[in-house]
């Protein structure tokens, strides 16, 4: 359906970054059939030049493994080609971007707990898969589940994805470490940090779906701001990470970090730089870092305020277990009572994320015009975070 041809694509606007900001995503029209894609545009003379030769090998991972996987919830390329100097992977367009673009720009709280549970069940389906298919995949994170416009979510970062299968057989554990991971250290699990005997399994990829649990309804990810060694130490020795809501003070009360009164719990009169204190210190010692203290003091208290249901909460701490063998797998999720409201919704996820819109053929159609392309090249010069889209 698509060729390999660089004048067929039409350059619209970018719309993020990749491999280690080496390449540029953008949004292009492909003209035969006048559908608009996102294409991944990587110049290789910048990674003779400037030595990423693992950044490369990541991405021929990457395209050799989604050969292997044909899912509507993982993310999938309609081809890759080379022209000149540069290499396109064209992907189809996920008009919401990414989850950690919607947290980052728009749900800073957190996303809504039926918006998660609605996401949550399409990455499940999508890494179930992906288990069956003999790969685990080590890098699932917010920035890796993206969103079309119809409100289906797609698993990304598959550059990180380890084959199980060995000469026609299935390995029971896996020892081999990611490359290139730092970016993916507070999702990995216990088991794949500490690289011993045991080794590791698919059920490291349900460890890191409950960090990201954490993150999508917190708005920051656990262990955020924390050095290396200290979250390596919190996560080996069983610390787990948690849903913050109102009844998470309880939590924090026993370790004497919210007696009554204070700010946590009810209006007194304590500075509102005290208050900060004390959520920045109770939220730490769970393993959040000062990132949650950093962001705005509002949003973060009517978080501490809200709440969440308690089959969110079990969902949450069944995926973060100790045990590697305690844990679910990705089917078994997939029947837990979090779900139920799924099925009882009446509302779809593109409503849920409102206001925010996607980015539509409609939007886009105008991109031909060069008085258009040419705002839009001038607002790229403005010092506006860009959309963190990982394919």
């Known amino acids: ?6 004048t067929n694509f039409q350059s619209c606007c970018i719309i993020g970054q990749c491999c280690n900001k080496g390449g540029t995503v953008e949004l292009m029209r492909y003209l035969p059939l006048s559908t608009v894609v996102a294409v991944k545009r990587i110049n290789l003379d910048n990674y003779d030049t400037n030595g990423f030769a693992e950044e490369l090998e990541l991405l021929q991972t990457e395209l050799c493994v989604s050969r292997q996987l044909s899912h509507p919830n993982v993310l999938y390329y309609h081809l890759a080609f080379v022209s000149g100097t540069e290499l396109l992977m064209v992907s189809p367009l996920m008009a919401f971007g990414s989850c950690q673009d919607l947290i980052q720009n728009h749900f800073v709280g957190g996303l809504p707990e039926l918006a998660i549970a609605l996401i949550l069940r399409d990455v499940l389906l999508g890494l179930e898969y992906i288990h069956k298919k003999g790969f685990i995949h080590r890098a699932i994170r917010a920035s890796h589940i993206l969103v079309s416009s119809s409100g289906r979510a797609c698993l990304s970062g598959l550059r990180y994805s380890y084959n199980i299968v060995r000469d026609g057989r299935r390995v029971n554990t896996v020892h081999s470490f990611p490359n290139s991971t730092q970016k993916n250290l507070n999702w990995l699990s216990p088991e794949v940090l500490e690289q011993n005997l045991k080794g590791y399994n698919e059920s490291s990829d349900i460890y890191s779906i ?16 924390m050095p290396t060694t200290l979250m390596l130490m919190e996560k080996v020795r069983g610390s787990v990470p948690q849903l913050l809501d109102v009844s998470t003070v309880s939590f924090f009360k026993e370790y004497g970090f919210s007696p009554q009164p204070c700010g ?7 500075t509102e730089e005290e208050e900060e204190d004390e959520i920045r210190v109770s939220v730490e010692h769970i393993g959040y870092g000062d990132t949650v203290a950093s962001a705005r003091y509002e949003q973060r208290r009517a978080m501490l305020e809200r709440t969440l249901s308690e089959a969110f909460h ?7 277990l100790r045990e590697p063998s305690a844990r679910p797998t990705a089917a078994q999720l997939l029947q837990h009572q ?18 925010v819109l996607p980015l539509t053929d409609n939007r ?4 031909g015009d060069p008085e258009l392309l040419f705002v839009s090249e001038s607002l790229s010069d403005l010092e506006i975070a860009p959309l963190k889209w990982n394919f």
């Open 364 to 367: 886009t159609a105008s991109y």
């Open 1 to 6: 359906m698509f060729q390999p041809v660089r």
């Open 264 to 270: 946590l719990l009810c209006e007194d009169e304590v």
């Open 338 to 355: 979090f779900f139920k409201q799924c099925r009882r919704a009446s509302q779809h996820l593109p409503d849920l994320l409102r206001p």
């Open 314 to 320: 079990d969902l949450t701490q069944l995926c973060l």
């Open 210 to 225: 409950g960090i990201t649990l954490c993150e999508l309804a917190n708005g920051v990810e656990p262990f955020s701001g």
